[in-house]
T-cell receptor, first 112, second 110 residues
Framework: DADVTQTPRNRITKTGKRIMLECSQT?????MYWYRQDPGLGLRLIYY???????NKGEISDGYSVSRQAQAKFSLSLESAIPNQTALYFC???????????FGPGTRLTVL | GQQVMQIPQYQHVQEGEDFTTYCNSS?????IQWYKQRPGGHPVFLIQ?????EVKKQKRLTFQFGEAKKNSSLHITATQTTDVGTYFC??????????FGAGTRLFVKA
């Protein structure tokens, strides 16, 4: 869905570098999520936010941090990237009261 | 914590054959959703099941929710090459998080 955008789409970085992945949405949804996808493991929740002042850890938050700068923007940071953070990262949005999540196109991150 | 198992992990079929993927939760669900991810793409919502024993159809796709609301299946009749991709179940227990299954990747040979 073009309503949910992620930048960059691809990134190669080195161990120890700080990386920020950005997500923007024009759907007007209040809930936003960050997932990582690894082969054979499906989608695992990193962080989620129900509004600008509400940030919650997911299943695998260690090594990650997030910022909800506005209702439409939710950023994921890797403070010091490590190789096992190499994965496909998806942002998703959902309207409060609904159950359907809308995913962005994904960011493929490689940590060397 | 809640466990979600989806089987099989992979399925190779000949075009025209049927396909089924199963999703099992260790806890009772409020609802379950199914998503499809095409190769190189992102997950896209297919359907939501809410009621015990519910069956929904979308053309060649049939979705079922178990009587105990702990399992679900997606069945595709007469697969086509356009069906290739990974099918995920997403389990919602009434909390604030959705737990995704690991997915079943479908390969269709023409």
């Amino acid at each position: 869905d073009a309503d949910v955008t992620q930048t960059p789409r691809n990134r190669i970085t080195k161990t120890g570098k700080r990386i920020m992945l950005e997500c923007s949405q024009t759907k007007g949804h209040d809930r936003m999520y960050w997932y990582r996808q690894d082969p054979g493991l499906g989608l695992r929740l990193i962080y989620y936010s129900f509004d600008v002042k509400d940030i919650n850890k997911g299943e695998i938050s260690d090594g990650y941090s997030v910022s909800r700068q506005a209702q439409a923007k939710f950023s994921l940071s890797l403070e010091s990237a490590i190789p096992n953070q190499t994965a496909l990262y998806f942002c998703a949005t959902m309207q409060q009261g609904a159950d359907t999540q809308y995913f962005g196109p994904g960011t493929r991150l490689t940590v060397l | 914590g809640q466990q979600v198992m989806q089987i099989p992990q992979y399925q190779h079929v000949q075009e025209g054959e049927d396909f089924t993927t199963y999703c099992n939760s260790s806890t009772t669900l409020s609802n379950i959703q199914w998503y499809k991810q095409r190769p190189g793409g992102h997950p896209v919502f297919l359907i939501q099941l809410v009621k015990s024993g519910e069956v929904k159809k979308q053309k060649r796709l049939t979705f079922q929710f178990g009587e105990a609301k702990k399992n679900s299946s997606l069945h595709i009749t007469a697969t086509q090459t356009t069906d290739v991709g990974t099918y995920f179940c997403a389990c919602y227990t009434g909390g604030f998080k959705t737990i995704f299954g690991a997915g079943t990747r479908l390969f269709v040979k023409a």
